[in-house]
């Protein structure tokens, strides 16, 4: 081969150059997108062992790249995790680049870093108080509040035993004007005396005070032999009081700053920086320093261009037709719009969360759909899916809590995201999802977790107590409570109109189908790993229905059809499954003693993607998203759409009662009289799963359960349809079925026409529970 | 049942083909659950065009699994009728899974012509290489009367495919699992019995001494194991014990007991020692000799003691407890080809187990244990946890004398099936024995000790030997002539065991059934769990629709072991077959009426560039989610595991892919892959405006194009 002359070579670099950006954008979206000035998100630091499970990520160069600098705050510890210069942060994991189990983690050169270890001292010690190193501080020691755009700078407050703090973060340059260090701003309210850590200075022996920084420069060897490096500290204050009283020293391999005790508010700014051994930092601090209460009331949008699109009215000869609300793909963030949840702001405009942290605005919802513009209204939430509006303020539900987000200046955007409550407890697990946000009545929120699954799919990684459960959060924020435990993936709830919870759940450990349940104060839902109970349990409290795999291999939410719209379907419950990409009518019935029974039939409609969460409108539609995450048949990346009702008849079973004699359906439609009492217009299958720790179950057929598998067919028991008849308003069937019994799974397939002629064919899915004698 | 075979024994050749089931429930307890009258399948009766010939019958029936068939130009399409045109009637009911509207369809050429009920639903004549679709009917639930009559062209190449189609399903060839018969059928019972007869010449090694002219059934090949070095493999009471009654060892032993001689315990033991002398062909397991050990884990040496915790390991992750046990686990519910393995310590010399654990049909090219490709030290862990469990013994001998055991080796003739050195004595050729009715009554046919004379002893029943004379009666000599790939791999089913693994037509797999049996093991989760849970990603694929799934020559190169396994993930192993890959691989293609493999796809790049991308997450399916591409790892495997589909072309044949790509769950109902297409054949997906038989038409396109369209 011929060696590439020295014209080549420039050639070959520019299309070596130009190449990669092209490839990139197109085979790597998570790494194309502007996340916006912070990303929240779980971050490893430059040891594995030192993660922020609740982190801001704030970029400091180019943040379209989020290259060159950025840091990491722990909204939990209250501390800067880590800081880089020279790097980017790497997009690992579920949300970005799908891989199961790695995490983002900061690259490049380490400006500093920190123990994962509270960030401020308590009662002179920075030992962890927390009974488990999971979630936030205790409130006496300190607490996260939230963070603000000021533009593209952002702010973070917190407050700590009493003092509000407010910080912002920037890159200091050295002499050659490389980015060398990192710049922390601080405006402490008054209060006490705080001593924080600024860095880890591992093997450090002490320092001496360099000249040159306003307050001075006071630098910090490292043992010699241990790496080479020099660790400066430099610190700069001004304020009303000046600097008295702040200095810096070394406290067990730390360096820690001390905060004075202050009657009014100190500003400071200090600066990081790790540089080898022998070179000069020579950190230049900006010549005026920041106020950063002015910097909490709103910023100038970052995002003003309105993207319009126009939606496409379904078509058919339905009951339903399915329209959409065309999303703005292809716009100029590269933003990845994979909608996981919604609510409506008013009639016509709605807002939803994208997996990667954006919640847009889109209004113009009406009959048409032709005239729909959308805005980019938040960025960087950590994996936000689940959203609810209250009182015109949207709250996001993700993996790190529950926020509020607030529009302070009314110019269209966030400037604020406010923490609600963030005392879930999370892991860096990569299956441990933040799913939904309902409300209740008395306005108390509703969410629920995954369990940290292992990559592969089976078993879990470290539990803790929140994983795999449904909480609940008060009114006001301010306190959080377990209410059903033993879930495996609970990818969507429901809150009904008479504050029914509800919850599906997918096959896996401990799961052996997909499983609709209704929760109540400590109901287990069976995933024994996140039972949370001193002793394991043996047995689990039961779901409404189980699903097999070919109605719903990974669930979706809960709707209640409200009691004015769709007829014969109004005040009903609808299941969504993710996996299947359809809606699904929940017939029940009940017991002398509360417990519900039921049975799901499909609603024929097709969506372009999977069904995670849905909504029905101001104008009696119900309203859908969904994105392709993870396992599922959706065909399109996400999609928002409306399913809407036409005139013409359902043509379905809306009721099901099961007796001890047989089944009772219900149709929406008078039925033909001769197609609905021929028995065989029916066909009844029964079968059983094993509850185990295996991941899912086969079918096991109750006669006979030591058939532990039929390859390539069902593994059922057949019942057989004795007679058929039909009511006298043509509307129920009565079907008599030798051999009825308690079983997990039921299906009843019917094949009947209407009395206008239609066909109506179809399936119901159910589970028997209890079975009385039919009193007619 | 009628006829002089035995219900166990024609059991046993239904079991062989994947059979008799109850419509309703199949059970695995081969004892308890196997209801007689209603077998699957239907009674398939081949006429030649112009009547009986020499060396044909008019007519034989056999059991078809299918209404399908390919009979190759200038081939039989029964072993007992000549080539030529012939007429191909198949019979039985077909189960309607419930009331619909039904439509058939004929794919082939020749005239054919179908009923149901009494009522034609589909005639055909000519060439159709593409299906004809007769009027839809409805059907109502239950089992109907089914009647197919189809008259292959003059050449006698026939070429016949039934499939079906109802509201409910898409085009499909009708499964077996919907079809049944009546056992009982004379035509039937008649034309089993005449294969029974047929396969026990070939596995009593008949032909050794009655040599049979021309020879085409594979099965004539079979001899016994090579004597070579057997005293280095086999310990000499072991060898005595079987040599004394082999039957007493193993019930369905096919070495005869030796003839009536004087001093019968002396001839054992002379026998014996003869055998045992045999020594010096034998190769340590390690030496190099048998190929190199892939996992390199040799270095203990050829010495090294196997684990036997190990070796129970591989005992469930292989699945040799579905054909093999110990006292402890008994033969209750066993499948036909059960052995118990208490005598296995006393059999085998040290290391000798292992040794043949690694090439198992190193003296036996015909020997039904499969060859796993153990690795030594999977071969001495095994031999190490059989040894642990293996509590039989036999009783010791006396030493024998060598050179005595020789001359009696001699005059018993064992040379005609052991290649130990002396050429096989013929005796009265086939065809002489057959023209000779009273001859089926004497040696080795007779009924008592006294009328066989120095014949050999096969303990073979009444059924037995009714069905060896009715195989001498009904042409059989000229039926070893021929050989019919489907019918053979109806027996290699049965011979080879495949339904220890597999299930075919619904019968679930002895490894299925007797995965309980680890309990004992107390193994952790992999293979079986104990409570019986089934990991549903290590199940073998079934075989019902192999011959309609896979192209001939891959069938072919797979079974050979020239290609490795597309599902790496199996603990499993698919065994080696390279003498019987051809015929296997045939019999499948053309049971299910398959002539050829599909010609090379004329690859469209712009379809393929279409196809690339919908399989992607982003504007795709997301195959990649769960399939490696060309060796490209499954983005986010979670849990069950696709095929690399760069493995696809090379495997599928068209049809079934689309039938798979177009409703999976039609196909395997515990199948993890997504449905893509709606009822109406759409997917949302924009290419082809959402038309989803064309958007995996144009993935089949890109699949074509091979890792160079990567």
């Known amino acids: ?776 | 049942m009628t006829g002089a075979v035995s219900r166990s024994r024609l059991r046993a050749l239904a079991l062989a083909s994947g059979a008799v089931l109850a419509i309703a429930a199949v059970h695995l307890d081969v004892e308890a659950g196997v209801p007689p009258e209603v077998a699957s399948g239907l009674a398939l009766t081949i006429e030649p065009l112009g009547g009986a010939k020499p060396g044909s019958l008019a007519s034989d029936t056999r059991r078809a699994r299918l209404l399908a068939l390919h009979v190759p130009r200038r081939e039989a399409p029964t072993p007992f009728t000549r080539p030529g045109a012939f007429r191909a009637t198949w019979r039985g009911a077909l189960e309607i899974p419930a009331r619909d509207d039904y439509t058939f369809a004929f794919q082939g050429s020749g005239r054919f012509r179908l009923e149901i009920d009494g009522a034609v639903v589909l005639e055909a004549q000519g060439r159709h290489d593409e299906p004809l679709a007769g009027a839809a009917v409805r059907l109502r639930k239950g089992a109907r009367q089914l009647v197919a009559v189809y008259e292959a062209p003059l050449s006698g190449q026939g070429d016949v495919r039934v499939l079906w189609s109802s509201r409910r399903f898409g085009s499909e060839p009708i499964p077996p699992t919907a079809f049944a018969h009546d056992p009982a059928d004379p035509a039937l019972v008649a034309g089993e019995l005449r294969r029974a007869g047929r396969m026990l010449f070939a596995t009593r090694r008949c032909g050794s001494c009655h040599a049979p002219g021309a020879a085409a059934m594979p099965e004539l090949a079979m001899r016994g194991p090579d004597l070579a070095g057997a005293g280095d493999r086999l310990e000499s009471a072991w060898l005595a014990a079987w040599i004394r009654a082999p039957r007493a060892l193993r019930p369905d032993a096919r070495m005869p007991h030796i003839a009536a001689v004087d001093d019968p315990d002396g001839a054992v033991r002379d026998l014996a020692a003869f055998v045992a002398a045999q020594r010096g062909a034998a190769a340590p397991v390690g030496d190099g000799a048998e190929g190199d050990d892939a996992e390199g884990d040799d270095a203990e040496g050829d010495d090294a003691e196997g684990d036997a915790r190990a070796g129970a390991r591989v005992w469930a992750d292989l699945g040799c407890f579905a054909c093999h046990g110990f006292a402890d686990d008994g033969p209750a519910g066993a499948p036909p080809t059960w052995r118990s393995l208490d005598l296995a310590g006393a059999k085998f010399r040290p290391g000798a187990m292992a040794r043949f654990l690694r090439e198992p049909a190193r003296h036996d090219p015909f020997i039904r244990m499969p060859d796993l490709a153990l690795s030594d030290t999977e071969a001495r862990d095994l031999e190490a946890f059989v040894r642990s469990r293996s509590a039989g013994s036999v009783p010791a001998v006396a030493p024998g004398d060598p050179a005595r055991g020789a001359q009696r080796y001699a005059e018993l003739g064992c040379a005609s099936c052991h290649a130990v050195p002396a050429p096989a004595p013929v005796q009265r050729d086939l065809a002489s024995l057959c023209a000779d009715p009273g001859a089926l009554t004497r040696g080795c046919l007779a009924a008592d000790a006294g009328a066989r004379g120095s014949a050999p002893d096969f303990g073979l029943t009444d059924d037995e030997r009714a069905a060896l004379r009715a195989f001498a009666a009904d042409e059989g000599v000229a039926s070893l002539g021929r050989a019919v790939a489907i019918e053979v791999l109806d027996r290699q089913l049965d011979e080879r065991a495949c339904v220890a693994c597999h299930q075919v037509d619904g019968q679930t797999s002895w490894w299925l059934a007797r995965a309980g049996r680890l309990e004992s093991l107390e193994l952790p989760e992999r293979a079986a769990r104990a409570d019986g849970h089934v990991e549903v990603a290590q199940l073998r694929p079934a075989l019902t629709q192999i011959g309609d799934k896979l192209r001939r020559d891959w069938t072919a190169g797979f079974v050979a072991g020239r290609i490795e396994s597309p599902r790496p993930w199996l603990h499993a192993r698919m065994p080696r077959l390279p003498g019987l890959a051809d015929v296997i691989a045939t019999g499948f293609a053309h049971a299910h009426g398959h002539a050829a493999d599909p010609e090379p796809v004329a690859v469209d790049p712009a379809r393929a560039a279409v196809g690339r991308g919908l399989i992607e997450q982003q504007g795709g399916f997301g195959c990649v989610t769960c399939h490696a591409v060309f060796g490209r790892q499954p983005a986010a495997l979670f849990e069950v595991q696709g095929i690399d589909l760069g493995r696809v072309a090379e495997r599928l044949r068209p049809a079934w892919y689309r039938r798979w790509m177009l409703d999976p769950e039609r196909i395997e109902p515990a199948a993890k892959m997504p449905r893509f297409a709606t009822d109406a054949g759409r997917t949302a997906l924009e290419p082809f405006d959402g038309d989803a038989a064309a958007q995996f038409d144009a993935i089949w396109h890109w699949l074509h194009a091979g890792a160079g369209g990567r």
């Not at chain 1, 579920?94 to 870093?113: K, L, N, Q």
């Not at chain 1, 996260?144 to 509000?164: K, N």
């Open chain 1, 1 to 776: 081969m011929r060696r590439p002359t020295p014209l080549h070579r420039s050639l070959l670099a520019v299309v070596a150059a130009a190449a990669p950006v092209l490839a990139q954008d197109a085979q790597k979206p998570w790494d194309a997108m502007d996340y916006g000035p912070c990303l929240c998100t779980t971050v490893e630091g430059f040891s594995g062992d030192n993660v922020a499970l609740k982190g801001r990520v704030i970029f400091l160069g180019d943040r379209a790249r989020r290259d060159s600098a950025g840091v990491v705050f722990d909204s939990e510890l209250l501390r800067v995790a880590a800081a880089w210069s020279d790097g980017h942060l790497e997009l690992r994991g579920t949300p970005f680049d799908g891989a199961h189990g790695p995490i983002p983690r900061a690259t490049g050169a380490r400006v500093s870093e920190t123990r994962q270890l509270p960030g401020y001292a308590f009662a002179g010690s920075f030992a962890d108080p927390r009974p488990l190193p999971h979630g936030p501080l205790p409130r006496e020691h300190g607490r996260f509040l939230g963070h603000w755009f000021a533009g593209d700078r952002v702010v973070i407050g917190y407050e700590v035993q009493g003092r509000r703090v407010l910080e912002t973060f920037d890159s200091m340059r050295g002499a050659g004007g490389a980015v060398v260090g990192l710049q922390r701003t601080f405006e402490v309210s008054p209060g006490p005396e705080l001593r924080t850590v600024l860095l880890d200075a591992p093997g450090a022996t002490g320092g001496q005070s360099l000249a040159g920084g306003r307050l001075g420069v006071i630098a910090f060897w490292t043992a010699p032999g241990d790496g080479g490096g020099r660790f400066v500290t430099e610190v700069e204050a001004c304020g009303a009081d000046g600097s008295e009283g702040l200095g810096v020293q070394v406290v067990d391999g730390r360096v820690v700053l001390t905060i004075p005790a202050r009657e009014s508010t100190l500003r400071f700014e200090v600066g990081c920086s790790t540089v080898p051994s022998g070179g000069s930092p020579e950190l230049q601090f900006d010549d005026a320093m920041l106020a950063l209460e002015p910097l909490t009331h709103g910023g100038p949008r970052r995002y003003p261009e309105t993207l319009r699109t126009v939606g496409r009215l379904g078509s058919g000869d339905g009951p339903f037709v399915v329209d959409t609300v065309t999303v703005p793909s292809d716009n100029p963030w590269k933003s990845r719009l994979r909608f996981g949840a919604f609510d409506f702001l008013d009639a016509d405009t709605a807002a939803l969360s994208t997996w990667n942290g954006d919640v847009w605005l889109v209004d113009g919802i009406d009959a048409d759909l032709d005239q729909l513009t959308w805005t980019r209204f938040c960025t960087g939430l950590h994996d936000p899916l689940g959203l609810k509006v209250v009182d015109g303020v949207i709250y996001t539900h993700g993996r790190d809590g529950i926020h509020r987000l607030h529009d302070l200046n009314g110019d269209g955007e966030c400037d604020f995201v406010e923490v609600f409550n963030n005392d879930v407890l999370i892991t860096k697990g990569f299956h441990e999802f933040a799913f939904d946000l309902q409300t209740d009545a008395d306005g108390n929120f509703y969410f629920s977790k995954g369990g940290p699954v292992n990559p592969g799919g089976r078993g879990f990684q470290k539990i803790v107590p929140h994983h795999g459960t449904l909480m609940r959060v008060s009114k006001d924020g301010s306190r959080l409570d377990v209410v059903m435990t033993g879930l495996r993936a609970p990818n969507g709830i429901g809150v009904g109109p008479h504050g029914e919870i509800t919850v599906g759940d997918n096959q896996g450990t401990w799961t052996p189908a997909c499983r609709l349940s209704l929760a109540t104060n400590g109901t287990f839902c069976g995933c024994v790993d996140t039972a949370h109970m001193e002793a394991a349990p043996t047995t689990y409290d039961q779901p409404i229905c189980w699903l097999p795999m070919s109605v719903d291999n990974s669930s979706g939410g809960q709707v209640w059809v409200p009691e004015q719209h769709w007829g014969p379907l109004a005040g009903q419950l609808l299941h969504q499954s993710y996996g299947q990409c359809n809606v699904y009518l929940v017939m029940r019935q009940q017991d002398w003693r509360g417990i519900t029974q039921g049975g799901v039939v499909r609603l024929p409609a097709d969506f372009a993607s999977s069904q995670m969460r849905a909504r029905f409108g101001a104008d009696g539609n119900l309203y859908t998203v969904g994105f392709k995450g993870w396992q599922t048949r959706a065909a399109r990346d996400t999609a928002f759409q409306r399913m809407r009702r036409t005139e013409r008849p359902l043509h379905l079973p809306v009721g099901l009662a099961v007796y001890t004699e047989g089944i009772e359906l219900t149709f929406s439609d008078v039925l033909d009289r001769e197609a609905a009492e021929d028995p065989e217009s029916y066909g009844v299958q029964v079968w059983n799963y094993l509850w185990c720790e295996a991941y899912g179950s086969p079918e096991y057929r109750p006669s006979d359960p030591s058939i532990v598998v039929k390859e390539g067919e069902p593994n059922r028991d057949e019942l057989r349809v004795t007679s058929a008849s039909l009511s006298a308003d043509g509307r129920t069937v009565f079907l008599a079925v030798d051999g009825m019994q308690t079983c997990m799974q039921m299906r009843i397939g019917y094949d009947v026409e209407a009395a206008d002629g239609a066909l109506v064919q179809g399936e119901v899915h159910n589970t028997i529970h209890f079975l009385g004698p039919r009193r007619r």
